[in-house]
């Protein structure tokens, strides 16, 4: 390869990985965070649910 | 004469229902920035070259430091990281003032999405570090105050799981954000305090061109605002997770 065009790449070819990993590193954690924030507020919001169903009962008792 | 009422925030209203528009608005700005960042930002130079070189239609004269591009995602979230630390300060301070647990709830929220985004920050820097400098860790001033930061963001979170009492958590749980805090502007100012610090510093290596400082301002701006929409989810889930435990025993 030219000499001139190997030293270019030099310093971009090995930085993709890091540079991928960052980028990628960045968005699945936020979205991990999102999933797991997502989830607890619906499961408590069926947990809720589920005790406003069961005060009910017990008021019509 | 009347005594004054603390406002406690609560879940609900337009705060929450902006929540998630904000999410959205939120990843479509930082894909936008990341767009910016590898199609638009001039990649910085690094030692020239011993004779010029055409690549593509662009004469090239300099080597191209494509790993600086870290810097686009690390820097928002480094300064969200800040934002809501301090946020969970202000909150702990609060209820240090007030005793209403909400406040330590709001504190609590901000310090779990700091810590996230000092991880981030941590993971993010460490990767140009382990690129640029060869090695995965230095004791640098900046890495090593940082370092102290997210430590403290983690101390937090054990030391709230090791008090039962909720009065004596909230209490420590807010001096811990408060001397969490105080490593901000440390943290911040370390860099310009010890010139020796090879970490790099904008204003001292000539500033933001135009179109580095368009992408930095496009990704902080959906950092932030990624940053408020977990904040508020958080917030509603933790809310609604108290609501539900105090009819729990309202009802036993």
Not at chain 2, 41 to 48: D, E, R, T, Y
Not at chain 2, 172 to 200: E, N
Request: aromatic share 10%; with cysteine; hydrophobic share 55%.
């Amino acid at each position: 390869m030219n000499p001139i065009l190997a030293d270019i790449y030099s310093t971009v070819i090995p930085s993709a990985p890091y540079l991928i990993a960052a980028y990628a590193l960045v968005w699945a954690a936020l979205l991990v965070y999102v999933i797991i924030v997502v989830r607890g507020l619906k499961k408590t919001e069926a947990q809720m649910a589920v005790l406003e169903e069961a005060v009910r009962a017990k008021g019509g008792d | 004469m009347a005594k004054k009422t603390t406002r406690v925030p609560e879940a609900g209203g337009w705060p929450d229902a902006v929540a998630v528009p904000a999410l959205i608005a939120g990843a479509v700005l930082t894909t936008v920035g990341f767009l910016m960042a590898f199609l638009w930002a001039a990649p910085v130079n690094g030692a020239a070259l011993s004779a010029p070189e055409l690549v593509g239609d662009v004469m090239v004269t300099h080597q191209q430091l494509i790993s600086q591009k870290i810097f686009y995602f690390h820097m928002p979230v480094a300064i969200v990281s800040f934002v809501a630390l301090a946020f969970g300060a202000y909150y702990g301070i609060r209820f240090l003032m007030t005793r209403e647990q909400r406040f330590d709830t709001c504190s609590r929220v901000a310090m779990e999405i700091a810590l996230l985004f000092v991880v981030l920050t941590m993971i993010t820097g460490d990767l140009w570090t382990r690129f640029e400098w060869g090695v995965w860790w230095t004791w640098e001033p900046r890495l090593t105050t940082y370092l102290i930061l997210m430590l403290i963001a983690i101390a937090y979170f054990v030391l709230r799981n090791a008090v039962d009492d909720p009065e004596r958590r909230a209490t420590y749980a807010g001096v811990v954000s408060v001397i969490a805090l105080v490593d901000v502007p440390v943290c911040f100012m370390i860099t310009r305090l010890i010139p020796s610090s090879i970490h790099p510093v904008v204003a001292r290596e000539g500033g933001m061109s135009p179109d580095m400082a368009a992408t930095v301002f496009v990704v902080l701006a959906g950092m932030m605002l990624v940053g408020y929409g977990l904040y508020r989810l958080r917030f509603r889930e933790a809310r609604l997770g108290e609501r539900l435990q105090a009819l729990k025993d309202m009802l036993e």
